[in-house]
């Protein structure tokens, strides 16, 4: 399984970025797809993640100004990301788990990641 992702870059607060993370090597059917993110000095967090049904998962922090998306013909997880922060700066990684109905299960799912992507807030 390898996952490209793409889309980081620098952002004004109140701005806004749109990630892209596309998978391949296998099916993803019974598999979530998310976006993880890991500011300097902090633990990797979830920001958000779907199933392949379009059950969705946000972290608070992002509730409301971010959107995860997904094209199954694609094997493509999207981030939109709006009314962006400098405290939502950080590298973001794309992953791909097994969600089997579970949050829990996709979560604590070790998966296939993707490489980070920069994300900078600033004016």
């Known amino acids: 399984v390898q996952l490209q992702a793409s889309g980081g870059g620098l952002a004004q607060p109140g701005g806004s970025l749109r990630l892209s993370c596309a998978a391949s090597?296998?099916?993803?059917?019974?598999?979530?797809m998310g976006w993880y993110r890991q500011a300097p000095g902090k633990q990797r967090e979830l920001v958000a993640a779907?199933?392949?049904?379009?059950?969705?998962n946000y972290a608070d922090s992002v509730k409301g100004r971010f959107t995860i998306s997904r094209d199954n013909a694609k094997n493509t997880v999207y981030l939109q990301m709006n009314s962006m922060k400098a405290e939502d700066t950080a590298v973001y990684y794309c992953?791909?788990?097994?969600?089997?109905?579970?949050?829990?299960?996709?979560?604590?799912?070790?998966?296939?990641w993707g490489q980070g992507t920069l994300v900078t807030v600033s004016s």
């Open positions: 992953k791909v788990a097994r969600y089997l109905g579970s949050w829990g299960h996709y979560t604590n799912s070790h998966g296939y």
């Open positions: 090597g296998s099916t993803f059917s019974s598999y979530a």
């Open positions: 779907i199933s392949s049904g379009g059950s969705t």
